[in-house]
């Protein structure tokens, strides 16, 4: 199991804490950062190394 890091971003600054997943290896790790639920950037990284980016989700507005 190798350990990966969670970021979440606004501006290219964090956002609360980090998530630490322990994970067999990238695919993995992606796709349970991927169900992880969030509002902001999200960056996912092992040791030193960006292993994907999630871009923050759009949010509705509700127009009157």
Not at 8 to 29: H, I, T, W
Not at 35 to 52: C, F
Request: aromatic share 8%; hydrophobic share 40%; net charge negative.
């Amino acid at each position: 199991m190798a350990e990966y890091t969670l970021h979440f971003l606004d501006s290219g600054k964090p956002v609360g804490p980090a998530m630490q997943l322990e994970c067999d290896d990238d695919r993995q790790a992606i796709a349970e950062a991927e169900a992880v639920p969030h509002v902001h950037r999200m960056e996912l990284w092992r040791l030193n190394r960006r292993v994907w980016t999630f871009d923050a989700p759009d949010v509705l507005r509700e127009t009157g």
